[in-house]
């Protein structure tokens, strides 16, 4: 009797096969979706420098200007007496144990007038550190000017105006008998008579400008180059003449863009306060500083009135000098928001200190512009409210409190994870060392060179303008 073959009918086998590409695709989805839940949400996304750190760098070339316009302008800081504009000298015990050492280095001044501008210090400090010792720098300092995307111009523009404005604050904005005034035009003739400056119309040179009256004279001078600003404050001119004297008219003419610019960190002025050393905050906002402000600080003496005598708000006079520090510190730990109204410019150093004490910002400042923007979203760790809204009576007490003890909570979280980035410092002696790699210097960097295409572009540009040509002046592009 002849065997029967048995035959799997086609239809079975599509079943199985159809049953089976179902499961392992229900498997997939199972162990992706258990994947997902073990992995907590994060509101704040940091982008880490490290991860993209080996594969990219600016190229910098330091202009060989004189130490005179740099680390001597140290060396006669800390020759002087003290700071006639403070009431009590902040770096005496620095100043006396100095005398005898002249160090090649010398520290930055902790005079708070001074070092809350003190990223020039900082950043010229990562390009003097051996390059063996550099392996943490997003620049690269490079010692040919054809290899270069950036060329540094090492020129303490803060320090200078601030040693002008500490012995005769009159003749700042005059130019007879101004040394500030002096070694600014020294700055500019220096560079503007190389060839690299000719070649580039100083569009690819980089100068620090922190203080919002560094180079006050020869802005004007500099102004195709690449500006390491804190605001923009200070900066705009109005064409009146254009607009017939109507201000809603008017055009704003500046030498400063976010396209060219970078908007770079106050120094912040208190000490960093962890996470985990947080503890119960029994004030729901809190701000200290001058009352009186001019042009768009006129707000603060407005919010001043409103608040200062509102219940769980306290408003006080002063700056975190030796005398206000320690008040400044409880102030800012004890309470659940910091209030960061606009003074003489848009920002100060107050919010890096709110953010290094986890104080929840609350900025009220219509044409702020704020550091590593597209890098950090403030919104996540920032309060912000309009200046319209914050004078209407009642209102700002009343948004704050509307925030949950979960909501404030995850806001100091996020805090917590750029605290970092805000950070000069790098702990060695004059300033010569290893840098943090995620801190404020390498972020600076990085920001520059975000903006190589657009130089290279403009140079480019300027090479087919005929002569006599003249280049529009530069709008406020946000």
Known sequence: MATKKSTSSPCSISSVVISFTLLCILLLFIFSLSSTNRQPKIGLQIPDITSQFFNKSIRVYVADLPRSLNYD???????????????????????????????????????????????????????????????????????????ADVLFVPFFATLSAELQLSVAKGAFRKKMSNEDYERQRQVVDFVKGTDAWKK?????????????????????????????VVDFGGWFKLDSKASKGDSSEMIQHTQVSLVKDVIVPYTHLLPRLDLSENRKRY???????????????????????????????????????????????????????????????????????????????????????????????????????????????DFLVGHLRKFSEQEKDKFRQNIAKVQHVFEYDNGHLGGIGPIPLNGAVNHIWKKVYQKL???????????????????????HCT
């Not at 040179?205 to 560094?214: G, M, N, S």
């Not at 928001?337 to 410019?345: E, Q, R, S």
């Not at 295409?453 to 709008?475: D, F, N, Q």
Request: hydrophobic letters at 40%.
């Open 73 to 147: 302008l140290l060396a006669k800081y800390w020759s002087l007496n003290g700071d006639s504009r403070l009431g009590r000298d902040e770096d005496s015990e620095i100043r006396s144990t100095l005398l005898s050492k002249s160090p090649k280095f010398p520290p930055y001044p902790e005079n708070p007038l001074i070092k809350q501008y003190s990223a020039e210090y900082w950043i010229m400090g990562d390009l003097m550190t051996p390059e063996e010792s550099r392996t943490r720098s997003f620049a690269k300092r490079v010692s040919d000017i054809n290899e």
């Open 200 to 228: 580039s119309g100083g569009r690819d040179h980089v100068f620090v400008l922190t203080d919002p009256v560094a180079m006050w004279h020869v802005r004007a001078d500099i102004a195709p180059a690449v500006l390491l």
């Open 283 to 393: 004030t729901l906002l809190y701000f200290k500083g001058a009352k009186h402000r001019h042009r768009g600080g006129l707000v603060r003496e407005k919010l001043w009135d409103l608040l200062v005598n509102k219940p769980d708000v306290i408003m006080e006079e002063g700056f975190p000098n030796a005398t206000g520090r320690a008040q400044s510190i409880k102030g800012m730990r004890t309470s659940e928001f910091c209030l960061h109204p606009a003074g003489d410019t848009p920002t100060s150093c107050r919010l890096f200190d709110a953010i290094q004490s986890l104080c929840i910002p609350v900025i009220v400042s219509d044409s702020i512009e704020l550091p590593f923007e597209g890098m950090i979203d403030y919104s996540e760790f920032s309060i912000f409210v309009s200046v319209n809204d914050a004078l209407r009576p």
């Open 453 to 475: 295409p657009m130089i290279k572009e403009a140079i480019t540009r300027a090479k087919r303008k005929p002569a006599g040509v003249s280049v529009p002046l530069r709008c």
